[in-house]
């Protein structure tokens, strides 16, 4: 193979990579920074790494038990985030089972556990 062909082969993979390598990876969260307290309403603010498809993305709470409970999401004010509506809990702990799909349509499943304090 030529030197030049193979350069101009090495540049289109090294310039294209970004546009094929995206899932969608939970960067931040509030959860971390402001807890939920027991029988309030609340929201969860979930930062992504990329665009999110909300239409396509579900976040369920896991209670005691493994029973799942789908939770209404919009989009947050910054790019790549979501606002979860928590609803009122009792102490104990939960999870938010997250199944998004990045707007290049990888998805992306990941699990938080938190608890719920007085």
Known sequence: MKPLLRIFIFAAFACFTPLCSAHAVVTEYSLKIKPIHANQADIVELSFN???ELGLS???LVRKGDSLESLPLSTGGKK???????PALDP????LKLKV???DGHLTEDVIHFSVTQ
């Open 80 to 86: 790549g985030q979501i606002v979860v509506q928590i």
């Open 58 to 60: 579900r976040v369920f």
């Open 92 to 95: 104990g702990d939960y999870a």
């Open 101 to 103: 799909f990045a707007a």
């Open 50 to 52: 990329s665009r999110i």
